[in-house]
């Protein structure tokens, strides 16, 4: 059987992907597919994270924008490490 995904990255350009399993947890090693073109790479999370909330896939500063399907989907307002718990706390979003 083959190994079941922690996270999926819409697009090869978003920086934040998706967990699509219960109980993730800090120092899990995250098997991530990339949806697009089902390519994979693997990442350390570094907090727990609830399923359906994001992770950074790379080191985002306050400021810098946050892309899941390849679009702008909000601010980042406080700066997340590289595996990186991504959610309401600092992410907000654009619209107002």
Same mark, same amino acid.
């Not at 399993?21 to 098997?31: F, H, K, N, S």
């Not at 899941?68 to 590289?82: L, N, P, Q």
């Given at each position: 059987?083959?190994?079941?995904?922690?996270?999926?990255?819409?697009?090869?350009?978003?920086?934040?992907?998706?967990?699509?399993?219960?109980?993730?947890?800090?120092?899990?090693?995250?098997?991530?597919?990339?949806?697009?073109?089902?390519?994979?790479?693997?990442?350390?999370?570094? %907090? *727990? $994270?609830?399923? #359906?909330?994001? /992770?950074?896939?790379?080191?985002? !500063?306050?400021?810098?924008?946050?892309?899941?399907?390849?679009?702008?989907?909000?601010?980042?307002? %406080? *700066? $997340?490490?590289? #595996?990186?718990? /991504?959610?309401?706390?600092?992410? !907000?979003?654009?619209?107002?």
């Amino acid at each position: 059987m083959s190994e079941i995904p922690h996270l999926l990255v819409h697009e090869a350009a978003d920086n934040v992907g998706v967990v699509v399993v219960e109980g993730l947890t800090a120092g899990t090693d995250m098997l991530c597919v990339v949806t697009h073109d089902d390519s994979s790479f693997r990442l350390t999370a570094k %907090a *727990d $994270v609830p399923i #359906g909330h994001k /992770v950074a896939l790379s080191d985002l !500063k306050a400021g810098d924008t946050a892309i899941k399907y390849g679009e702008d989907i909000g601010r980042i307002t %406080a *700066d $997340v490490e590289k #595996g990186g718990h /991504v959610h309401t706390h600092n992410c !907000k979003t654009k619209r107002w």
